[in-house]
């Protein structure tokens, strides 16, 4: 579901999952800092632009933006509120998810950032606010993720 009025995808990504995510996986720790149009993560930039949702994409020659990314918020999934990303010239198939969720580890309640991918959002991980707490939960996972099975 993008801007219903404007037909546009987002213009920015939600104040929601603005912020700086910890998340540790395979014995390393890597960052998301998440500001209004970019997302800063380890090894990658994403810089977010809007377009129409009518824009055909074109593969020109030479990619020009390989870090522009469109973004939109989606429910697809059980009613699921996602943020979609996808790169600029993808017209469809595989994204990234994003959303905020509040969960209960052990008494405490925790903001954490469900990361997701693929063509059904399958669950990747988890990310905390504070390196501690990303280390500590790192293979935690919660009731009602969809993870895929090797």
Do not use: C
Not at 128 to 143: D, T, V
């Amino acid at each position: 579901m993008a801007h219903a009025k404007a037909k546009t995808t987002l213009k920015s990504f939600p104040k929601s999952i603005r912020g700086t995510w910890y998340t540790y996986q395979y014995h390393t720790m890597y960052r998301y800092k998440i500001a209004s149009k970019k997302i800063v993560g380890t090894g990658f930039t994403n810089n977010l632009h809007s377009r129409k949702l009518s824009y055909a994409v074109k593969f020109p020659a030479k990619i020009k933006h390989p870090t522009w990314v469109v973004a939109q918020n989606t429910s697809a999934f059980k009613h699921e509120h996602w943020v979609s990303v996808k790169g600029w010239y993808q017209s469809a198939g595989s994204a990234t998810y994003y959303r905020k969720m509040t969960r209960k580890i052990g008494g405490h309640k925790y903001a954490t950032l469900q990361l997701a991918s693929g063509a059904d959002a399958w669950t990747d991980g988890n990310a905390y606010h504070s390196k501690k707490n990303a280390k500590k939960y790192a293979n935690h996972y919660f009731k009602g993720e969809r993870r895929q099975s090797f």
